[in-house]
C-alpha cells in the first residue's frame, strides 16, 4: 500500500492517463457509470456541498478562478478542482480563502493526498468495476477531500466535454457555460453543434445555467438543453452585460451590470477583452448564487483585482521578454493574436511553437503574425514529432529545434530589444518552459521569471 508521497504518486500514475493519449474513442473510454459506482463504493458524496460546475473551450479555468475568489471574498471556504496542471496534480485540488484582507490558495498537502490515495488503494483492490482512469480517480480525490475539509462551495470545471466527463456525477447549484468553439473535434465532433451538446451535459433538471455569448449554432443547442431541463438560462450581453471595456500595460477594466445590479470600473490583472467577459460570467453566477443576500461590493471588486493564475499571457521574463500562454486551439490563439495587438503592437514577434498531434496547427498558427518561427516538440507523447510538424506546416518557413530548451536559446540569439518572445501552442509547452525558466542554472540566459502582466 501507499506508505510515502512518492508511492502516492507512483501509484496515482499507473492509472491510463487519458490527457496523455492523442486518440481514443471518446464514447467507449468515458464512463459515469463507473466513476458513480466507485464513488458510491468509496462513500463519496458531495450532497452537502453547494457545487458549481463550469464547462466550455475556452475561458474555464478563469472564469473559476474569479467566481472562486468573489466567494471567498464574501468569507466563504470555497474549493476549486481544475486541469490540467503546471508542476504538481495537487495544483488541481486547492482551497481558497480570505483572511485579513488576504487571499490564500492552500493545496491539498503531500499528507492528505497521501492519507487519501492510501485509502482509495486499500478500497480498490476489492473493487469489481471497470478500471478507473488518472483524472477520474483524481476527481474523486477531490469530492472526497472537499467533503472532508467541509468547504461551503466549490467550483469544479470540466476536464473534457461535460456530458460524459467524470465530474459530471455532481448535482449542481449553478452551471456555468463559457465561449464553445473548435477544440478536440475528433473527441467531441466536427460541427460546433455536436461539440455544444456535449459541453450541454452539464445541464441539470432545474438548475440555473449561466452562459456566455456563442454563436448562434452552439446557443441553440444551449438554449434547447435549457428547456428542456426547466433550467433557467442567463446569458452575456442579453441578462447581464460587460460594458466600457479598456486596457492599459498591466490591467484590464469593465464595467458590469445585471438586474439592477452595476459594478463600475472593474480590475482584472488578466489581459483581453475576453477575460472582461469571463469575469461578468463569475460576477453573474456570484449574483445568482447569493440571491437576495448582500455582497460587499469593495471585497469582491478586490477579489477579482487579486486573482491571478499561471499560464495565461503571462509575462515570465523581462530581459529578454517571454510570454507563455497555454493557448491549444484557433480560438485561443485568435485571443494571443489580439493581445499581441493591443500590448506590444510595435514588437516583432519571435515565436515557439508545438502542438499535440490532435490538434490543427495551422489553424492556431493562422492569427498570429511572428517575424521567426522557431519548431520544437515538448516532453509528452501526445506531441508532434518537430518533422513531422514542420511537413505540415510546408509553407511556413521554421527554424527545427529538437527540444523547448534549445528553442528558447536559438529563440534568444534572436532577440533584440524590438522582440518579444512568444511561447504557445500546449499546456504541456507552457509548463515546460516555466519549468525551464524557473530553474536557477538558466539564469545566465534569462532573466529571474517576472510575474509581472500575468493573468
Do not use: W
Amino acid at each position: 500500500m501507499a506508505e510515502t508521497y512518492q508511492e502516492a504518486v507512483d501509484y496515482l500514475n499507473s492509472f491510463l492517463n487519458l490527457e496523455k493519449k492523442s486518440s481514443y474513442s471518446y464514447q467507449d473510454s468515458l464512463k459515469l457509470q463507473r466513476v458513480k459506482a466507485a464513488a458510491e463504493y468509496l462513500q463519496i458524496s458531495c450532497g452537502q456541498t453547494k457545487i458549481i460546475h463550469v464547462a466550455g473551450t475556452k475561458g474555464k479555468g478563469s472564469t473559476s478562478h474569479f467566481l472562486a475568489y468573489c466567494l471567498a471574498s464574501l468569507g466563504y471556504r470555497v474549493g476549486v478542482f481544475s486541469s490540467p496542471h503546471f508542476f504538481t496534480f495537487r495544483e488541481r485540488i486547492k482551497i481558497i480563502e480570505y483572511q485579513s484582507g488576504v487571499f490564500k490558495e492552500n493545496l491539498i498537502s503531500r499528507k492528505q493526498a497521501t492519507a487519501i490515495i492510501r485509502d482509495f488503494r486499500e478500497k480498490l483492490t476489492f473493487f469489481s468495476g471497470e478500471g478507473l482512469t488518472y483524472f477520474e480517480l483524481i476527481t474523486l480525490m477531490g469530492f472526497r477531500y472537499f467533503k472532508e475539509q467541509k468547504i461551503d462551495y466549490a467550483v469544479v470545471e470540466v476536464g473534457l466535454g461535460g456530458r460524459l466527463d467524470a465530474t459530471n456525477i455532481i448535482t449542481p447549484c449553478l452551471s456555468v457555460i463559457t465561449h464553445i468553439g473548435y477544440d478536440h473535434t475528433h473527441l467531441l465532433g466536427n460541427s460546433l453543434a455536436q461539440i455544444a451538446y456535449e459541453k450541454a451535459g452539464i445541464i441539470k433538471k432545474k438548475i440555473p445555467v449561466v452562459a456566455c455569448y456563442q454563436r448562434s449554432l452552439a446557443a441553440e443547442v444551449i438554449r434547447k438543453a435549457a428547456k428542456q431541463n426547466e433550467a433557467p438560462l442567463y446569458v452575456l450581453g442579453r441578462d447581464f452585460q460587460v460594458k466600457n471595456i479598456r486596457m492599459n500595460k498591466n490591467h484590464t477594466f469593465f464595467d458590469f451590470n445585471s438586474d439592477g445590479k452595476s459594478l463600475k470600473n472593474i480590475k482584472i490583472h488578466q489581459k483581453g477583452r475576453y477575460q472582461a467577459e469571463n469575469s461578468a460570467l463569475a460576477l453573474a453566477s456570484l449574483f445568482l448564487i447569493l440571491g437576495n443576500r448582500r455582497a460587499a461590493v469593495l471585497d469582491i471588486k478586490k477579489a477579482l483585482s487579486q486573482c491571478i493564475f499561471e499560464g495565461r499571457f503571462e509575462l515570465v521574463c523581462l530581459n529578454p521578454l517571454v510570454i507563455v500562454d497555454v493557448a491549444h486551439n484557433q480560438s485561443s490563439a485568435l485571443a494571443v493574436a489580439d493581445n499581441l495587438k493591443k500590448y506590444f503592437p510595435a514588437k516583432k514577434v519571435i515565436l515557439i511553437f508545438s502542438c499535440s498531434t490532435d490538434k490543427k496547427p495551422n489553424q492556431m498558427l493562422s492569427p498570429i503574425n511572428y517575424q521567426h518561427l522557431i519548431l520544437t516538440q515538448f516532453n509528452q507523447s501526445r506531441s508532434y514529432n518537430v518533422f513531422e510538424l514542420k511537413d505540415i506546416l510546408t509553407k511556413r518557413k521554421a527554424i527545427i529545434t529538437p527540444n523547448l530548451r534549445q528553442a528558447l536559446k536559438k529563440a534568444k540569439g534572436l532577440y533584440d530589444k524590438q522582440s518579444l518572445i512568444l511561447v504557445f501552442g500546449s499546456f504541456f509547452l507552457a509548463a515546460e518552459a516555466k519549468t525551464i525558466l524557473k530553474k536557477g542554472k538558466n539564469k545566465r540566459i534569462f532573466s529571474k521569471p517576472s510575474l509581472l502582466g500575468s493573468r
